[in-house]
């Protein structure tokens, strides 16, 4: 029986455990947050990209891994061809300054024959056969050492440069790189076929990558200080080989998807293209989707969100092409969880989760897919009948952003019906809504960038970790163990003991003073910030009297009060998350936090705003838990033991086998992985109050909150607010509500009355509502107005009456009818330059009637399914233009 997957996997972690390898599970598919520099993982080495670096120490030299691994690059190729896959598994080997050529050569034409039973007169390998521009021969020790293992000369294939040296990126570090590959046979093609060629006779199946150069120039190489051996085997492709498979999508971990795909649209595979295809695409995507939600990731329009929501719609656009009935998506990640379960655990712990995800996407996009392709037929028969050649950026570009169409599902359906896509125009209206986007609402982060750029190289310099000291004491004898020299106004200094809480996990940096020990010189702590992927920290000081010096010593003292109060912040924010957890489910999941002195924010997965009640639920329960006086501890235990009691990990930190837990009173309703400082008990955060809870981005909810003197504060200025209107209204400070009703009802009356004006017909009143315009800063005019409307189309022509009237203004206009509430903004351009956006407004006031919808910046229209909250979507509308014209 040939080998399955599991037995692959399993044979490969084995043997280079038995060789000295430590076996490390899968990182996740989100890199950690110290790794910016792609959206998932794409390779099996990324996850040790910082030992081979030499910013983190390694676990051990010799390590071995299979690995989770995503390429978006492939997400077309997907069932086209027989290999290319989003979502697979990658072993590795891999050497840190260990073992270089010889021993991986030995260890892989071992592996290959004696583990995986391959013949020997069947193997081939590929090495480097030379460069000019690198000024490098080819590689004659390589070919010596497999030689020496066994293979004979006419079976060692020298390649290029294109096929055998391998490298990150332009520059950094590289080297050359040999391959093994099966051959097939003259039954899959020619006798004078070759490895590295365009061939299906020869499949590579493991790649071994001699890491020992660094390319700074371009073409420019210099020896590494250490040689490190990195290797990649492909677990899916490799069992498509043992298996005897023709393609990956016959073997063991894909089958009984596509059989699944069979049973449920009544094809067949291989029956014709479009089946073979679309069964092609469930099964990967499936995969693909269940493993991402797993590890953190939902479905949006930004980032590893669009990714997914990438995925997820492809495959409901295909597997709905074949004839499955809708609601699908669940029943293929039950099958991707009964093949994978047992080696990733997390698609069981997170099944309910995968199951809500696949759910709501599959439900959302099925009414887009109708309304779209719709769309999309009509555009694809206009084109055909004006004898185009293709499909408009314009055109693309309205289906993409007003019905979430996706542009690669355009251009295959456009394909199929011989006709191209302006994709360069579409590129660029995307790139222009990119533009107005950020336009105001972001800062520069380059001199940031710069100075954690200063603070790695010192760190880099110095010979030693710093010690940080600060979940026991905010004050600290210690000595100024290395400094850059001031620049900027800023001084980085490296201290060998620190009481300063470096930025992370959603937590700001602390803020104290250096002084030295003869009392000649101070500085004030601005920054402190993590360098070598968040093992050490330099801290940013500014200069208040004398100099430091290297080797001085310096009394660190923390600023207590801010240091207190963010830690009560972050204390809440775990309290806010098993309370979120408790009242909404347990798909939510932290997705970003900010922990600062003076207020915390926290975002969260979830498909809908909190409704008053669950809000007001949310918040009484973290109060209670306050209230309870519970202590917080943090402990110190092994990744797997935080697991098995339930500790949370969150979205994008990286974990060792060591962790730090922290847990509130029994640890029952709150347990979480956290290198953030906290207080000793619930009571010390006094109390807990929600600012507002809003919309950070698609599926993913934000809540800002303060606590303690702070929170305080806030209420005495309710209080006096409330005495105050009261005053004004002639009324106690309890009939203050029951008085604004009555105020509300008379503005509705004024806005029947603007309405019609009274006259018989019905007629809008385009006067009135002129006159109800409220003027801004800046010349701007705001109206926002509910009006009496049977017939929903005339709301764009109100605004377009109004708009004539008003010059420059942000109109917003609601109506009901049929039972459903309709929107329309309207938004002047000179106001969308101040950051008002009709689609982000709309959307706004649309989310209060439990609906949704969007357009371009200056029209928008949504719809809702609460008529009565349509006042409250006016009024919230009205509050998101004020707050983007004070922005």
């Not at 891999?94 to 071992?110: C, H, R, T």
């Not at 995507?285 to 930004?302: C, I, K, Q, W, Y």
């Not at 959302?364 to 037929?377: A, N, V, Y």
């Not at 959603?506 to 910030?529: F, K, M, Y």
Request: net charge negative.
């Amino acid at each position: 029986m040939p080998m399955t997957s599991d037995e692959i996997r399993e044979t490969y972690l084995s043997f280079f455990e038995q060789r000295g390898h430590q076996r490390l599970r899968s990182a996740p598919l989100v890199p950690t947050t110290h790794d910016p520099s792609v959206l998932l993982t794409t390779a099996g080495m990324h996850p040790l990209k910082p030992y081979f670096q030499g910013i983190e120490q390694p676990p051990h030299t010799r390590l071995t891994s299979c690995q989770k691994c995503f390429r978006a690059t492939d997400i077309e190729n997907v069932g086209n061809t027989l290999r290319h896959l989003t979502f697979f598994e990658m072993l590795g080997n891999f050497s840190i300054g260990d073992y270089f050529k010889e021993e991986v050569i030995g260890f892989a034409w071992e592996l290959a024959t004696s583990g995986f039973g391959f013949r020997e007169d069947d193997v081939w390998v590929t090495v480097f056969g030379g460069d000019e521009e690198l000024g490098l021969g080819a590689d004659e020790e390589a070919i010596e050492l497999w030689l020496k293992a066994g293979v004979p000369r006419e079976r060692i294939v020298e390649c290029p440069r294109s096929e055998n040296f391998w490298q990150a990126g332009p520059t950094g570090p590289c080297g050359p790189c040999s391959e093994l590959y099966l051959d097939r046979g003259l039954d899959f093609g020619k006798a004078d076929d070759l490895p590295g060629g365009e061939n299906e006779r020869f499949l590579e199946f493991w790649n071994l990558v001699f890491m020992q150069f660094d390319q700074n120039p371009v073409n420019t190489l210099t020896p590494l200080p250490a040689k490190n051996i990195d290797t990649g085997l492909g677990l899916n492709r490799f069992a498509a080989i043992l298996q005897g498979k023709e393609s990956v999508f016959e073997t063991d971990q894909f089958w009984p998807l596509i059989e699944l795909g069979q049973q449920l649209s009544g094809r067949s595979y291989g029956q014709d293209e479009e089946t073979t295809r679309a069964l092609r695409i469930l099964a990967d995507h499936s995969r693909a989707m269940t493993f991402l939600v797993a590890d953190g990731v939902v479905p949006s329009n930004e980032d590893r969100g669009y990714i997914l929501r990438r995925v997820m719609r492809r495959a409901i656009q295909h597997g709905r092409r074949i004839g499955i009935e809708p609601g699908f998506l669940p029943r293929f990640a039950a099958v991707v969880e009964q093949l994978m379960g047992a080696a990733y655990p997390e698609i069981v712990e997170h099944r309910a989760s995968i199951q809500k995800w696949l759910v709501a996407e599959e439900e959302g996009f099925g009414r887009t897919l109708e309304q779209g392709t719709r769309m999309l037929d009509e555009l694809i028969a206009q084109a055909k009948a004006n004898g185009e050649e293709g499909l408009g950026a314009d055109d693309v570009f309205r289906l993409h952003d007003t019905f979430g169409f996706p542009i690669d599902i355009t251009r295959e359906i456009a394909a199929e019906h011989d006709l191209g896509v302006d994709e360069s125009g579409f590129e660029a209206l995307m790139d222009q809504q990119r533009a107005n986007s950020r336009a105001g609402g972001g800062r520069s982060t380059g001199a940031q960038d710069h100075l954690r750029a200063r603070a790695q190289e010192l760190a880099g310099t110095a010979a030693f970790t710093s010690e940080f000291t600060g979940y026991v004491t905010t004050e600290q004898s210690t000595t100024v163990g290395a400094l850059e020299a001031e620049t900027d106004g800023h001084v980085l200094v490296k201290l060998v003991e620190s009481p300063f809480y470096a930025a992370g996990g959603g937590q700001v940096s602390d803020h104290g003073w250096l002084t030295c020990e003869d009392g000649d010189c101070r500085a004030r702590v601005v920054d402190v910030l993590r360098v070598a992927g968040g093992a050490d920290q330099v801290v940013v000081v500014e200069n208040e009297k004398g100099t430091l010096k290297p080797g001085e010593h310096v009394h660190a003292v923390v600023d207590r009060g801010a240091r207190h109060a963010t830690e009560a912040n972050h204390t809440a924010t775990h309290l806010l998350h098993a309370a979120l957890r408790r009242r909404l489910g347990d798909h939510v999941r932290q997705a970003g936090s900010a922990v600062q002195p003076d207020k915390l924010r926290f975002d969260f997965t979830h498909g809908a705003a909190l409704s008053s009640d669950e809000l007001r639920d949310v918040e009484d329960e973290v109060n209670e838990r306050i209230l309870a006086n519970l202590p917080v501890r943090a402990l110190t235990t092994t990744l797997d033991e935080a697991k098995k009691l339930g500790a949370m990990a969150l979205f994008g930190e990286k974990y060792g086998d060591v962790v730090r837990m922290v847990e509130v009173g029994d640890g029952s309703f709150s347990r979480e992985l956290c290198g953030g400082t906290h207080v000793r008990s619930t009571a010390e955060i006094g109390l807990f109050r929600v600012l507002a809870e809003t919309s950070s981005a698609a599926n993913v909810r934000r809540i800002e909150a303060i606590t303690g003197p702070v929170a305080v504060t806030l209420l005495r200025e309710h209080d006096t607010a409330l005495r105050e209107a009261a005053v004004e209204l002639r009324a106690t400070p309890e009939q203050v509500p029951a008085e604004v009703g009555k105020l509300r009802g008379r503005i509705k009356q004024l806005e029947k009355a603007a309405k019609s004006g009274g006259r018989p017909d019905g007629a809008l009143d385009v006067e009135a509502l002129v006159a109800s315009a409220t003027e801004h800063d800046g010349g701007a005019r705001v109206l926002t107005a509910v009006i009496e409307s049977s017939d929903p189309k005339a709301l764009p022509d109100v605004a377009d009456r109004l708009k004539g009237r008003l010059g420059d203004a942000a109109i917003v206009l609601g109506a009901v009818a049929d039972g459903r509430v309709h929107l329309v903004a309207s938004v002047a351009p000179a106001l969308v330059a101040r950051g008002v956006r009709a689609g982000a407004i709309v959307k706004v006031a649309a989310e209060v009637t439990g609906g949704g919808g969007g357009g371009r910046d200056t029209m928008a229209r949504a719809g809702g399914r609460d008529p009565e909250k349509l006042p409250e979507a006016i009024d919230a509308a009205r509050a998101a233009i004020e707050t983007a014209l004070a922005g």
